[in-house]
């Protein structure tokens, strides 16, 4: 049974849109959360952690959590080539315990 | 100040042999936790070492041992190889009481 899902994709978004990325989670007692980008070949790269409902900012990346819901999301504003990349949603118990990942969601960015 | 540091960058072996990976973690950082990720798929978690105790463990055989160094750096063994271990194994290493974590650059393991 895994542990944290998210839709494989590929999500495809104009240039210049906000792109959606959705995870769900099935251990309630999940503390954190982390979206990381990957892009093909390397390695993980984190761009954003929550712990906390509601929404957090940083630059064009915005992360929501709804821990009622068993839900976290990503939002990308005005989405670049760039931004093209497998994005993993990852979630963790305590700061004592592993980073559970989801699958990732491959998003492509069109010009 | 050094990232996450991962030795052989790629690596090759035949069905059977043994191998050792080598991880050297971000300088102030404890904690290393080791993942194996296929291809097309999220990375799978390990073990993952702390104090030069193996302290959690996902869902991988025997043949899969680690070790910590009282420098922190970490190896990942992987004993009787089979095809299906072709993949590319990530470490990454973290600080005891914080959150999330610097990965390296991975060591990609083709199995033949």
């Known amino acids: 049974q895994k542990e944290v899902e998210q839709n494989s994709g590929p999500l495809s978004v104009p240039e210049g849109a906000i792109a959606s990325l959705n995870c769900t989670y099935s251990?309630?007692?999940?503390?954190?959360f982390f979206w990381y980008r990957q892009y093909s070949g390397k390695s993980p790269e984190l761009i954003m952690f929550?712990?906390?409902?509601g929404d957090k900012e940083d630059g064009r990346f915005t992360a929501q959590l709804n821990k009622a819901s068993q839900y976290v999301s990503l939002l990308i504003r005005d989405s670049q080539p760039s931004d093209s990349a497998t994005y993993l949603c990852?979630?963790?118990?305590?700061?004592?315990?592993?980073?559970?990942f989801g699958s990732g969601t491959r998003l492509s960015i069109r010009p | 100040d050094a990232g996450v540091t991962q030795s052989p960058t790629h690596l090759i072996k035949t069905r059977g042999q043994q191998v050792t990976l080598r991880c050297s973690p971000k300088?102030?950082?404890?904690?290393v936790s080791w993942y194996q990720q296929a291809l097309g798929q999220g990375p799978q978690f390990i073990f993952q070492y702390y104090e030069e105790e193996e302290r959690q463990r996902g869902n991988f055989p025997d043949r899969f041992s680690g070790h910590q160094f009282p420098n922190y750096s970490s190896e990942l063994n992987v004993n009787a190889l089979l095809l299906g271990d072709s993949a590319l194994y990530l470490c990454?290493?973290?600080?005891?009481?914080?959150?999330?974590?610097?990965f390296g650059s991975g060591t990609r393991l083709t199995v033949v």
């Open positions: 251990d309630r007692g999940s503390q954190s």
């Open positions: 300088s102030g950082h404890d904690t």
């Open positions: 990454a290493s973290s600080l005891e009481g914080s959150y999330g974590y610097t």
């Open positions: 990852a979630a963790m118990y305590s700061s004592a315990s592993k980073i559970i």
């Open positions: 929550i712990y906390s409902n």
